[in-house]
């Protein structure tokens, strides 16, 4: 089985990621993506991150109605902070005869030679970039590279950022939100 790995602290997850996953779902080899939410970003301040399950039951929540797309947890019990290449040598012991892929936004392609041990995850993986409006310039080495499959999907320029900044200031953000995280957001009364 072909699956896509789509990793993020989702805090919390919108239509955006549902779009670019349902997309990748629908146009590629992939069989499944799975969302796997991070404990901890190596390149993010935890003091920012709602709590690891609060996150992973919106995810859940998210993709319940999507048959392809599936939330996964499978960060939280390796050390942490969590690096992508340990998380991938750990799921191919786990799933074997799985064939796993990375997604990554194309300002993640541009600091990609920053990630520990890059290069072996090149060799061994195939990565599916989808577009975003970034700056910065994309590393020569990574044109025309035979494992990095540019995916025409549709360019999401929602930020969790811009949501949790929208909730704090009061904002109606509920149409950039899948309904039931929204409604789960607003009973907890998360980012106010």
Do not use: C
């Amino acid at each position: 089985m072909n699956i896509g790995l789509y990793f993020g602290t989702f805090n919390p997850i919108h239509i955006g990621h549902l779009i670019i996953a349902n997309h990748l779902a629908e146009n590629s080899n992939l069989d499944k993506i799975w969302f796997v939410v991070t404990p901890h970003n190596p390149f993010k301040k935890k003091s920012t991150l709602l709590d690891n399950h609060q996150r992973l039951e919106m995810v859940y929540q998210a993709t319940e109605d999507y048959i392809k797309l599936e939330p996964s947890d499978i960060e939280f019990g390796l050390p942490q902070p969590n690096y992508t290449v340990n998380t991938l040598t750990y799921l191919q012991e786990k799933y074997p005869k799985h064939n796993f892929s990375l997604i990554m936004g194309e300002d993640n392609l541009k600091s990609f030679h920053k990630w520990k041990n890059y290069e072996t995850i090149l060799e061994q993986y195939n990565l599916y970039v989808y577009p975003r409006l970034s700056e910065g310039e994309l590393h020569t080495q990574f044109d025309g590279h035979p494992k990095i499959h540019r995916v025409n999907a549709p360019i999401m320029e929602l930020s969790s950022t811009f949501i949790r900044k929208a909730i704090k200031e009061g904002q109606n953000v509920r149409p950039m939100l899948p309904a039931p995280v929204w409604k789960y957001i607003d009973e907890m009364n998360f980012y106010k």
